[in-house]
Each structure stands twice: as structure tokens, then as C-alpha cells.
């Protein structure tokens, strides 16, 4: 099963992560991501850039409206991604460790699998 | 076309003989044995097709990797002589395997080998991969699309299985007693995951993955072959050749789900159930009963009925006793729950599931729910059946499931 874990950040993430604790959680984050890349159980991971610099585009009356800024006004945002293969509890165990700061957390999703058992 | 088709099949099929002729000569080395027979496979895919296949293929790939082997040993003790300079030891080339064909210990070689990927340090997913690249002697590249992951993830986790058999004192001997039978038990049940994997693949990028169920009947047919006395291994190969049987039917031209109850019957495989039900009647025959035979026997009735009114399902339920009194789970009670309905109605299938609330362990699983619906249904409670068949639709993490499942609650709402 794969699970993808969405990191949530907010406004302050980036300057927590360069300040005098960054060195601390920086270092747990490489721990984790060495763990899982050995285990062979990460699949694939990306960093989104700021989401001031996003466009967002919704269904408009004959085109596509497109709008500066992030698809929802919420003080979180999805600052990038890791999809694991491995189980549910592991999947919440390493979201468990990852170093979330302030108001920022991560979502554990499951991804749709191609597969069906038969009904 | 026919002879590199020929040579692939003839490789996979030595490729546990040689692996196991090695490992047997290099216990402490499994890791480096294994790494070493890939690269004979890989060698031998590139030359046999042109240069045809040699006199004694089992030897070529032995000498092969042999060599292989020991050169990795000479470049690496000569890297640590440079490094440390200290001399390290010499491989003894006295010790290398002979390539005689068919030595007695060849068949327990392969089953050594099973055993070994199977180690109960391993996930299932680290005991899959292994077992599929050593004993199926599929390549890191395969193994890693039929699953779907990246070829460096695959090798990660491939490479790390070697090194936790290593860590955790995993031996190329045969485990004895009580062990034996719990291991054999693990083989069995890594068998019937892969095979799982593939037969659940639909449509698209899925279909490589159907090449794994071939896969688990191929090594389940290997496994038979060295056990032939053991019911439960031909019980869990009878149970593969009978649910395969119906892989035609059980997608429709969009990759969509068809149910067993609208399968178009005359697409089943008559010849793999054929066979698989003589597999299954003689091992129950034999005994003593396992679960593998138990649902092999189900399948049997479902593959052996005109049609699904005409099934014998008070036979089916009988046997759903049985596997619970086996080897009870709340997906066996599930099935019951179906079977009940079928013969004592929608109502004493709907009590039957009643015991299953609260059960953590399906609590959110959308079998649950879709089983539910289908009893509603089946009881004309269309708005109950109705919410049903949307939870199980919301918490089924599988495409093709999700769109079945939307599909049934779609045709209550438009009635």
C-alpha cells in the first residue's frame, strides 16, 4: 500500500528551519529520509516552492480563470510531499517524527490503487 | 521470438537450482551469491538467443557466477590491501561448486532457498521481493514495475532483505521441525500474496502486474513438485489455477470490475479449473484439511456452477464453516455473511454481519460496508443499502473498487 504524506507548513516554517534550531531539525529530517530511502520504502518525495509564487486555476465561463496565489486562503499550505510503501502505521509512525513546526502538520492519505479484488 | 521466450523461462526455472548450489558452497555468503547468479542470468540473456544455449545451461551459469563470485572477492580484498594494506584472505578456488547436473541436494536446494527469502525478520513486501528476484530470478527492474515503485526503491529494499538475513544469523539450512512447518507456512502465504498482487490488476499500466500471478503459480508448481505429500501446498495451487481461471471474465473492456455473480461464464479457463479441481479433491482427499484447500474447494464450486443461482451454496456455507473453525478473520466471516444470505436469507446474513460491529480491525475497511449494502439490498432496504455502498465507495482505497461501488449506489439512486 502506498501512502502519501502531505507536509503542511505555514508562513513561519522556512525561517524556523533557518534559525538556530534549523541545524537540530534539518539533521532529524535527513535522519528520517535516510531511513526510508535504505529501507526501500520511499517511492518518490518533492518540495513545492512558496505558494505566493502559485497560480491557481478554476473552471471559468468560456475559459479557465486564472488567479496569483494559492487555491485556499488557510495560513497552512502544502509545502511538499513524500509517498512511502509500506503500511498505515508505519506511514503515521514517520509523519510522527517528521519535524513539523509551529502550527504546520502533516496529512497521511492513502493512494488510489489501479488494483481491484474481485466482489 | 519463440527461443528468447524459451531462454527466459529455461533461466528462471535454474535460476533457484544455481542460487541454491552456491549458497550451499558459501553459506556466509548469500548476499554476495545471489548478486553474483543475477549477473550469470543477465550475461546468459545476452548471449544464448545469438549464440544459442549452451550443452549444460545449469553449468554455464554455476561457472558463470562462480567466477563472478570470486573475482568480486579479488577486487575487494585487493581494494582493502590497498586501503588498509593489509592482506585479506584469498578465496579457495577448491572450494568451487561442481558442475555436475541433478547433485542430490539440488531439491532441497531450491526449497533451502524459499525458506531463506521467507525469514520471519522480513515484511512481507522485503520476503516478496526477494523471493521473486532470488528463486523466480526476476530482475530488480521487473520486480520494481510490477509493483510499481521506482527500480532504486526496489533495490533498496532488496539489498536491505540481504542484509537483515545476514545480521539476523539467517542460515542456507533446512530449519527442523516446528520451524520448518512455520516457515513453510510463510513461503506459502508469500506465494499467495504475489499471486494476489497480479490477479487484482485490471487494466493499463496495471496489466505487467498480471505476469505476477503466472509468477505465483509457477514457483507454487515448483513447491508442489518438492512437496508433492504436503495438501496444503497443492491446496493453495489449486486455489490459484481456479480463481486465474477466472481472470478474463472478471474485468470488463474499460478495466471495470465484474462481479462473479455476472460473469460471462464461457470465458473461464475449463482446463485450469479442470486441473484444479483434481488438485483440490485429492488433497482434501489425503488430508489433513488446511485453509488453502478449504477455499480452493469454494472456488471449485463456484467454477463447477452454470451459473451463480445454480450454485450449491449450502455447500459453499458449509465450507465457510469450516475455514472458520480453521482459520477464523472477520473477511471469512464476511464471506459467511454472503453464503448465509444466499441460502437462509438476507435477513440471517445481515444478523451474521451484525457480530462484526465494532471489530476494529475492519472498522474501516469498505468490505465491510459494500457487503452490507449488498444484504440491504438484497433485503429491499434500497436507502440503508444506498448509505452503505457510498461509505464503502468513500473508504475503498481502489480505483476500480471505488468506481463498482459508486456504480451500485448510482443505480439504487436512480430507481
Redesign the interface.
Known amino acids: ?2 501512502y502519501m504524506l502531505l507536509i503542511y507548513d505555514n508562513p513561519d516554517t522556512r525561517e524556523i528551519f533557518s534559525g538556530e534550531r534549523g541545524a537540530e531539525l534539518n539533521a532529524t529530517m535527513n535522519t528520517i529520509m535516510d531511513e526510508i ?8 518525495t518533492q518540495a513545492l516552492a512558496d505558494p505566493s509564487t502559485a497560480k491557481s486555476v478554476r473552471a471559468g465561463e468560456g475559459s479557465p480563470a486564472v488567479t496569483d496565489g494559492p487555491f485556499a486562503e488557510a495560513k497552512e499550505f502544502l509545502g511538499g510531499y513524500l509517498i512511502l ?2 503500511d498505515l502505521e508505519r506511514a503515521v509512525e514517520v509523519a510522527g517524527r517528521w519535524p513539523v513546526v509551529g502550527t504546520g502538520g502533516i496529512e497521511v492519505r ?10 | 521470438m519463440t527461443a528468447r521466450v524459451d531462454t527466459e523461462g529455461l533461466l528462471r526455472e535454474l535460476t533457484p537450482q544455481v542460487l541454491g548450489a552456491l549458497a550451499r558452497r558459501y553459506p556466509e555468503q548469500f548476499d554476495a551469491c545471489e548478486d553474483a547468479v543475477q549477473e550469470a542470468l543477465i550475461d546468459a540473456a545476452a548471449q544464448w538467443p545469438h549464440e544459442g544455449v549452451p550443452n549444460n545451461p545449469r553449468g554455464w551459469l554455476l561457472a558463470v557466477a562462480s567466477r563472478r563470485l570470486i573475482d568480486d572477492w579479488r577486487s575487494e580484498s585487493s581494494r582493502r590491501r590497498r586501503e588498509d594494506a593489509v592482506a585479506t584472505l584469498e578465496p579457495d578456488e577448491s572450494r568451487l561448486p561442481d558442475l555436475e547436473e541433478g547433485t542430490p541436494g539440488e531439491q532441497d536446494d531450491s526449497l533451502r532457498l524459499l525458506f531463506l527469502c521467507c525469514h520471519p525478520q522480513l515484511t512481507s ?2 520476503q516478496i ?1 526477494l523471493t521473486l528476484r532470488a528463486v523466480g530470478g526476476l530482475g530488480t527492474e521487473e520486480i520494481a514495475a510490477a ?4 527500480e532504486a ?8 532483505a540481504k542484509q537483515t538475513i545476514k545480521k539476523s544469523g539467517g542460515e542456507f539450512t533446512m530449519p527442523a521441525g516446528g520451524e520448518r512447518a512455520e516457515r513453510l507456512r510463510a513461503v506459502l502465504h508469500v506465494l499467495y500474496l504475489i499471486f494476489n ?1 497480479g490477479y ?7 496489466l505487467r ?1 498480471a505476469d505476477l500471478s503466472r509468477e505465483a503459480i509457477r514457483l507454487a508448481r515448483m513447491v508442489a513438485r518438492l512437496l508433492p505429500a504436503d495438501s496444503e501446498v497443492i491446496g493453495l495451487l489449486a486455489l490459484m489455477l481456479l480463481t486465474d481461471a ?1 481472470r478474463d471474465a ?1 474485468t470488463d473492456d474499460a478495466g471495470d ?1 465484474v ?2 455473480a455476472e460473469q460471462d461464464r464461457s470465458r473461464w479457463d475449463r482446463e485450469q479449473i479442470e486441473e484444479g479441481v483434481a488438485l483440490v479433491g485429492a488433497a482434501l482427499r489425503r488430508g489433513p484439511t488446511g485453509p488453502y484447500q478449504v477455499q480452493a474447494a469454494i472456488a471449485a464450486l463456484h467454477s463447477e456452477a452454470t451459473s451463480a443461482e445454480a450454485t450449491d451454496w449450502p455447500q459453499i456455507l458449509a465450507l465457510y464453516r469450516v475455514l472458520d473453525q480453521l482459520d477464523p478473520s472477520p473477511i471469512v466471516t464476511l464471506n459467511r455473511a454472503v453464503a448465509v444470505a444466499m441460502v437462509e436469507g438476507p435477513e440471517a446474513g445481515l444478523d451474521l454481519l451484525a457480530s462484526l460491529d465494532g471489530d476494529e480491525r475492519l472498522a474501516e475497511h469498505h ?1 465491510l460496508a ?1 457487503v452490507h449494502g449488498h444484504l440491504l439490498e438484497m433485503a429491499g432496504e434500497r436507502d440503508a443499502a444506498l448509505e452503505c455502498f457510498r461509505e464503502a465507495a468513500r473508504l475503498s ?6 468506481r ?1 461501488l459508486e456504480r451500485r449506489a448510482a443505480a439504487i439512486a436512480a430507481n
Open positions: 500500500m502506498k530511502t535504505k529501507s526501500g520504502e520511499l517511492v518518490g510503501d509500506c492513502a493512494v488510489m490503487d489501479g488494483s481491484g479484488e474481485e466482489m | 513486501a522485503s521481493a509493483f510499481l515503485v521506482p526503491t526496489m533495490a533498496q529494499r532488496i539489498s536491505r498482487e487484482t490488476a485490471s487494466s493499463g499500466a496495471e502486474r477466472r472478471r470490475l462481479p462473479l468490505r459494500a482505497t481502489s480505483l476500480p473498487e471505488r463498482y
